[in-house]
């Protein structure tokens, strides 16, 4: 019987290995002490971004609450997209918002700009949206509405690294960006995420998340510190920033791959799908299809994974938000995500294509 074909995979070969091992062998795997890969890390993604200042955490979640965590949102509002992980939301709850769901544009499935300007209220604080799969949202649009009404973006990037948006990468438009390096995602570490700072704020908010991602402490000054605030204990260790320093090396390379694949789902496939961007990064690939489980019974048997991404969020036992999203709601019970990743050969692709066409 053939492998099967996975639906999100890494690459990885003798440098990660060696970096690792490096590590390991320094016995210093926390940061701020021993081998400097987080501070590496920061400066080279920074970089690579072209943000004024990125700084490293240990998940996507973390940043998000960390980002949210600048803006004083208790008892405001937050608008966000249903159609996400969970912890886009999660994220304004651990602040005490109040997330506010809107609706996505069921072309691109990210968040529709019509349903956020429904959604502002004089209590918006936050417009949150996801660039979804890795394509970029209309910024522009958002960024106008919240210079409008004071309201801070903050940006889920995700899915998003690597991803470009009006010839910029994504990480250099919103006060805040928020990534993170999950091991299926574009940029993969063990756990980590990073956030991305622009604008006039971006010291302030640098020298907070330097102090709450390491349990508020502050001042410090050899073995002396203070603690100032209540933190969280979300920094980056140092075996994760070795293995991203490989990773972003790698990246641009990886990227260009799924941006072929996807070019050929774009051509071949005969669902209705994912559209072709090229300055989309493709941390994932969707389709549509009627019916959903039988389909992905199918491609199963025949060796393909395949995935859902995403159950709306509002839907959820613990949200459970009376809130209508018409075209979240219909499309999400038809959305399968197929394998998309840089170690997928020609006929791999060629298969999934062949499958996806049959079975849908
Ligand atoms: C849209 C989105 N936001 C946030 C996260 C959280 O990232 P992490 O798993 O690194 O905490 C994820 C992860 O899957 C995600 O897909």
């Not at 990037?157 to 990468?169: I, P, Q, V």
Request: proline residues 3%; charged residues 25%.
């Amino acid at each position: 019987m053939s492998k099967q074909i996975k639906l999100f995979d890494t690459v990885i070969n003798d440098d990660e290995v060696k970096a690792v091992v490096k590590v390991l062998k320094s016995r210093f795997w926390a940061s701020g002490s021993g081998t400097g890969n987080v501070k590496k890390f920061e400066r080279i993604f920074n970089k690579y971004i072209g943000s004024q200042n990125s700084l490293a955490v240990n998940s996507g979640t973390a940043a998000l609450h960390l980002a949210l965590s600048l803006c004083n949102i208790k008892n405001k509002e937050v608008i966000l997209p249903s159609l996400s992980f969970v912890s886009t939301a999660h994220a304004v709850m651990y602040n005490g918002g109040k997330p506010i769901f809107a609706d996505v544009d069921p072309t691109t499935l990210n968040i529709d700009p019509t349903s956020i300007s429904d959604k502002i209220s004089k209590n918006t604080k936050v417009i949150l949206p996801v660039h979804f799969g890795g394509l970029s949202c209309d910024l522009n649009f958002i960024q106008k509405l919240c210079k409008d009404s004071d309201i801070f973006l903050i940006e889920d990037a995700a899915h998003a690294t690597g991803s470009l948006y009006k010839g910029k990468k994504i990480g250099t438009h919103g006060s805040i960006v928020c990534f993170s390096f999950h091991p299926v995602k574009n940029l993969a570490m063990p756990t980590g995420g990073a956030l991305s700072l622009n604008g006039k704020n971006s010291e302030h908010f640098e020298k907070s998340i330097r102090s709450l991602r390491w349990c508020g402490i502050s001042n410090r000054e050899g073995v002396d510190y203070d603690v100032s605030r209540l933190g969280w204990n979300y920094y980056m260790n140092e075996v994760s920033a070795a293995i991203g320093l490989e990773q972003l090396k790698k990246l641009d390379n990886l990227v260009s791959i799924k941006r072929n694949i996807a070019k050929r789902y774009s051509d071949e496939l005969s669902v209705e799908k994912m559209p072709f961007d090229e300055d989309c990064s493709y941390h994932m690939f969707w389709v549509k299809v009627k019916k959903r489980k039988q389909f992905m019974q199918k491609m199963t048997r025949i060796g393909i994974e395949t995935g859902i991404h995403y159950k709306p969020i509002h839907k959820m036992t613990f949200y459970n938000s009376k809130q209508r999203l018409p075209n979240t709601e219909s499309i999400s019970d038809e959305l399968v995500s197929i394998p998309i990743h840089a170690n997928l050969s020609d006929s791999s692709v060629s298969k999934i294509i062949k499958y996806v066409n049959k079975f849908s």
